[in-house]
């Protein structure tokens, strides 16, 4: 069931359990209650419905949870043994180590891998 259905749903239970009385007969406070979500109801259906996502570029508030470039549950690849040994090599000469710029391409390199 999507959520305009549920919603739809709940607006006609609310219609037949709200009593209109037709004699002046003081309404409950039930009543009154169910108008205020009977409006707010009508409201959010009223609404037009969302945006199909289209792969990313739907531009609903920069980020569509139904894309699956934005997915949160995406597995992440990260690196080898070798490769971190491979690129410590890299940033070590006569006995200096750059952190910072081995850092920067451990990050580049998880980026690369997982995008």
Request: proline share 3%; net charge negative; aromatic share 8%.
């Amino acid at each position: 069931m999507t959520d305009r259905e549920l919603l739809q749903q709940a607006l006609d239970a609310l219609y037949e359990n709200t009593s209109y009385s037709m004699h002046g007969d003081p309404r409950t406070y039930q009543d009154q209650r169910n108008d205020d979500t009977i409006k707010e109801l009508q409201a959010k259906l009223a609404q037009p419905e969302p945006a199909e996502c289209d792969g990313g570029q739907c531009g609903i508030g920069g980020y569509c949870k139904q894309c699956p470039k934005t997915q949160l549950n995406k597995k992440w690849i990260g690196l080898t043994d070798e490769e971190y040994e491979a690129m410590a090599e890299d940033h070590v000469t006569d006995c200096y180590f750059d952190t910072l710029t081995y850092a920067k391409a451990i990050e580049a390199q998880l980026k690369e891998k997982n995008t």
